[in-house]
């Protein structure tokens, strides 16, 4: 078994262990195997980046072996400076949920621990699949546990939200199950990723199929206008599931853009590019506007991401180095930031019980140490220097005015949008006078929650200050990725 | 003539007639409430048929008996032996809802049971349109019977009414249109019915005709749209545990029946009868998934889901022939083997937690009697859910694989007619999807209507338990079940 292997199925192994633990006085014992289960599933991504070879864009730590031989599929797994990253993302996020969810969670806490953990290996699962149909197993196996995160213990409204989560992604996804059955009659029956980026492939066939992977990748980003599930779902899930869904689930369909949309279908992906822009602009400047008003906390952190997930694609779109690292970087900054945010919003919760900004007001002078950490991420999500929130926007919009002066202003308002709804919150929130007893009566964090807001914190500043053992990693394979797409592959 | 093979070819069934008689003559001497040695002897038939069928499957020959009255191939030996084991598998979780309901009388469910199940391998056999059709009639009476088996409910009486006037009309088109293939080329040997329509030299209008009415003979046993309105009321009206009988191994025994009939025997025809098959596979995916989601009764909510199953099963079917290519039909034909197998069982499994709920003087009818179900029992509602999510097509559950392996005899056609068919067939999913979506909602996220604990008998908790598991096993490890019925249906070809 290879490294990537026991990283998928390691944290599915303790979660298939902690559902046979089911009664509520083993709480403590279910919480404590979750824990060891997601350090030791952290432990071994490790060799993963210590064994990388920096420099080639060739997959590595691959595993073949035969899955279903009728059809030709592979268990095929590997990873590459693309996706690396993620694999280590995933890991380090599941430790920070199991903590983040240690007392908060009171019922059916084994289900609630597997859930995660069992999510854990299947995203892990989606960012080393090298076969079609291993990559669409684990794309849509994760909305199980994630249809029941939202259900079992979100808010008031949550079973809409989880109906909609699901609906939504379902069906994004179907379509490219069907795009992938036809790659792989194209191809000569093989659902071999890389195999299918060296097929040739007609112009309209292109566009087909750029579009039926744009609906699962799209609305698994959000782009607009296919967000609005975010938001309703973010309200009401539960502190974990928010902070996983966005630190984790909507890169998926931007790393599928990178592995699929990108490299097999180069010419639909620069006729289309256009419209890629077009959107992730509107997603960048409207839906950054859109958060300005929210009135509510994990709203406005929701609209924040589909604004930062707008670089991302964006920076996808504009095909040249700066642009896609950028959103690499940007994507990985996002997974920190954004669940750093949501597990804030959740500590205020916990003690609130309310996510409503005008519920709140100078929560700095009892919760002081917390605040340093809320300003922290604060800062992180509108880009501060120094911060892991910067490189990625700076690379975005440097890329973006290497490719048209225009964009690059148009991209660069988000700076100013960004910074004007997070430093709005964060005013209204936790400075200022105390406004109400809820507030007057708040304790400040306690050791477990500091654990995990410094594990994000040392997180954040290292990417900001030290980005480089990240692009290191990224660099061969996004040189590869640019000359993928630069070249046509109509025939 | 009448040699040792053709004694061979038909064991299973003798097998299943001499027991089903000795079942029903112990009966006589056994007054105990629970009738255990019937259930006993039963299951031993069972085990026992099923065994030998698999032998005979895996032994992987074909055998023509009496002058190619009956066949018994691979493909009809393992459709025998999943129809065996799911009958038993029937027995075992309808023992004790049987036993509460006072449905046992002396044994005839047993006896019911077994003499349906002889009927459907009677059926899997034929090789000649008599005996397919003799076949039919044994499985569908001895069904009437079972559903009108609680003759004080009035709903089930009603619902065997229905099924007894609907069955016997669908019985006569297909008698009608079996005596047409007949009139125009004089044989009942499907073999020879395939040569004389191959020749060419038969008047085609009496065909066309003929073969109208046998694919409504044909789409009536699936129960696909439009005839289909006997399923909703059958499977809601007839006891829960009798719905599980005919929801399951019939299917097996009506994808026989299509096989034969439209493949071996007229696959020349096949550019029309495509077209049919098309037809009521986008009708029953599109009604069946769009009446499921105004049940409130899990049991016609499930019955309007089989529909739309069975539209899968003939985009699988139909995307057979389109260029004569015999690989590429094989592929399609196994496809829709693999989904049919697969549904059943899949289905085992939903009416299985069906019947656990189920206690005496309270059908656990409504989705809503699922409510909080995995407060009360997470290892049912677990069960429960995978069924659904199976259903629904979600990886890594058998159900995913069984629809990918129909989209991909769909799109390796590679006509945009079909490659349309399985786009819809995709939209019609997501429609699916959001009915199971709602009962694991009720049974995931809904406070319980009552504590009372669930408890199952252990063979029945044993079986259950790996049926549930048996779908995830499959949706991760499909490989071994597809490759059986590829080869299966590649040896039906060749012969």
Known sequence: ??????????????GAVLLLLGRERQAQLVRWIALIGSLVSVLVTLPLYSGFR??????????KSVWIPRFNVNYHLGVDGISLWFVLLTAFITVIVVIAGWEVIQQKVNQYMAAFLILSGLMIGVFSALDGVLFYVFFE???????????????????????????????????????????????????????????????????????????????????????????????????????????????????????????????????????????SLIAVIYVGLVALVQQDMKKLVAYSSVAHMGFVTLGFFIFNDMGITGGLIQMIAHGFVSGAMFLCIGVLYDRVHSREIASYGGVVNTMPRFTAFALLFAMANCGLPGTA????????????????FWIGVAAATALISG?????????????????????????????????????????????????KPITDVMDASVANLIKQVAVSKLN | MIDRF?????????????????????????????????????????????????MYAAGGQTIYGFDGLVVSDPMANWLKCFSALAMLVTFIYGRRYVTERGMLRGGEWYVLGL?????????????????LYLGLECLTLASYAMVALRRDHAVSVEAAMKYFVLGAMASGFLLYGLSMLYGATGTLDIGGLFKAVSSGQIRHTVLVFGLVFVVAGVAFKFGAVPFHMWIPDVYQGAPTAVTLMIGAAPKLAAFAMAIRLLVEGLLPLAFDWQQMLGLLAIASLLIGNLAAIAQTNIKRMLAYSTISHMGFVLLGLMAGVVNGNALAA?????????????????????FGVILLLSREGHESEEIADFAGLNSRSPLYAGIMAICLFSMAGLPPLVGFQAKLSVLQALVSTGQGAYIGLAVFAVMMSLIGAFYYLRVIKVMYFDDPVSDAALDAPMDMRAVLTANGALLLILGILPGGLMALCAKAIVQMLAT
């Open chain 2, 115 to 131: 003499l349906s199940l002889l009927g459907a391998f009677v059926m899997i056999a034929a090789n000649n349109l008599l005996l």
């Open chain 1, 389 to 404: 929130g910067f490189v990625g926007e700076w690379m975005v919009i440097l890329g973006a005015v290497k490719a048209n």
């Open chain 1, 54 to 63: 920096l420099g080639t864009a060739a997959m590595q730590f691959v595993e």
């Open chain 2, 6 to 54: 053709s004694w061979v070819a038909i064991y299973p069934e003798i097998v299943l007639l001499v027991m089903a008689c000795v079942i029903a003559l112990i009966d006589l001497l056994d007054h105990s409430p629970r009738r255990t040695s019937a259930y006993v002897l039963a299951l031993l038939t069972l085990l026992g048929v099923a065994g030998l069928t698999g």
């Open chain 1, 1 to 14: 078994m290879g490294w990537l292997s026991l990283a998928i199925w390691t944290p599915i192994a303790f």
């Open chain 2, 330 to 350: 094989a592929n399609a034909y196994s496809s829709a083997m693999f989904y049919v197998v697969t549904y059943v069982l899949t289905t085992l499994a939903g």
């Open chain 1, 141 to 279: 196996a994760t909305l199980i546990p994630m249809y029941l995160i939202i259900g079992i213990w979100g808010g008031p409204n949550k079973i809409y939200a989880a109906f909609k989560f699901f609906l939504y992604t379902l069906l994004g996804s179907l379509l490219t199950l069907v795009a992938f059955i036809y790659l792989y009659t194209r191809s000569g029956g093989s659902f071999d990723i890389l195999t299918w980026q060296t097929l040739p492939l007609s112009g309209t066939a292109q566009t087909l199929l750029f579009f039926a992977l744009f609906a699962a990748f799209a609305v698994k980003v959000p782009m607009w206008p296919v967000h609005t599930w975010l938001p309703d779902v973010h309200v009401e899930a539960p502190t974990g599931g928010s902070a996983v869904l966005a630190a984790i689930m909507l890169k998926l369909g931007a790393y599928g853009f990178l592995r699929f949309s990108l490299p097999i279908l180069p010419d639909a992906s620069r006729e289309w590019a256009w419209l890629m822009i077009a959107l």
């Open chain 1, 419 to 467: 910074a004007a709804y997070t430093l709005w919150m964060f005013k209204r929130v936790y400075l200022g006078p105390m406004v109400n007893d809820d507030v007057r009566k708040l304790t400040d964090i306690n050791g477990r929650e500091f654990l995990m807001l410094a594990l994000l914190a040392i997180a954040v500043l290292w990417m900001g200050l030290y980005p």
